[in-house]
């Protein structure tokens, strides 16, 4: 994702920055709890569609060069029932290189195939995410779709021996505050709650520009913790956009301030 270089830049910094937070704050006499640099590198990671042949992501050697060369540790990809072995060997090379990833579901999806996935992508599997943005199908019944398929995707991931329990579930991420209430109380079937929270253009500490704040990351969690009280929160889709022509979008060099910025407003919220 754009910026994302200087996010990974600013990340290897940071441990002087956290240690300078640290003495300003106990000179005022407030007790601060250090971040280690390596755990905000860590909680970086970046969307890639390797699978689209036909877009920059088909050179492989500058896609792998580029992520090896940034120091991302994951990343977040589909789950494709797809007879072209490249897919699987271009994710392979990247988990040999220690970048691992989660793969988006959809609820068509056979228990063959999602059985597949973890032998397919060996070095590369890190875990599963439920259905993207599903309130957004065309399923009229996508909450009963949703609430059929996760007990199936945790079952599938969780009792794979070859895993050993150590893969993830990433729950379903949503889009409109009505929607968290038709699939709260799910959350045994998920390892974290999903959160997909942009900021329209503005800085990542927006208070919010509507009632109740809203679209600020208070406002996003409020939903999230609203419908799934008890898990922990993952954020698999955030930022920005630098295309002008587009009403939200920001010039890179705003966009190079916003997005550690970001990556520390999340942390911040536990994020």
């Not at 060996?122 to 398929?149: C, I, M, R, V």
């Amino acid at each position: 994702q754009p910026g994302a270089v200087s996010v990974c830049r600013f990340a290897r910094r940071s441990a002087a920055a956290i240690i300078l937070l640290l003495f300003v704050a106990l000179r005022r006499g407030i007790a601060e709890t250090p971040i280690d640099a390596d755990a905000i590198v860590d909680s970086v990671g970046i969307n890639v569609h390797l699978h689209y042949t036909d877009t920059p992501y088909n050179n492989f050697d500058l896609v792998q060069a580029l992520l090896t060369g940034l120091g991302v540790r994951h990343i977040r990809d589909g789950v494709v029932d797809t007879t072209w072995d490249e897919y699987y060997k271009r994710h392979n090379a990247l988990g040999r290189e220690g970048i691992r990833c989660v793969f988006v579901t959809s609820p068509n999806q056979s228990d063959t195939l999602l059985a597949s996935y973890p032998v397919k992508m060996a070095a590369a599997f890190e875990g599963y995410e439920a259905p993207n943005e599903y309130n957004q199908s065309n399923d009229p019944h996508w909450d009963e779709t949703l609430k059929s398929f996760l007990p199936r995707l945790y079952r599938i991931t969780k009792n794979d021996p070859a895993l050993n329990g150590k893969s993830i579930v990433i729950g379903p991420s949503l889009t409109q505050p009505d929607a968290y209430p038709k699939v709260a109380g799910e959350q045994q079937f998920f390892d974290f709650a999903n959160m997909h929270n942009y900021f329209g253009g503005r800085n990542p500490g927006t208070q919010g520009w509507g009632g109740g704040g809203y679209g600020s990351i208070d406002w996003n969690l409020r939903l999230v913790h609203g419908a799934w009280d008890d898990k922990p929160v993952m954020t698999t889709e955030t930022g920005f956009t630098t295309d002008l022509d587009n009403k939200q979008g920001i010039p890179e060099a705003v966009e190079a301030k916003y997005m550690p910025r970001l990556i520390l407003e999340q942390l911040l919220h536990h994020v």
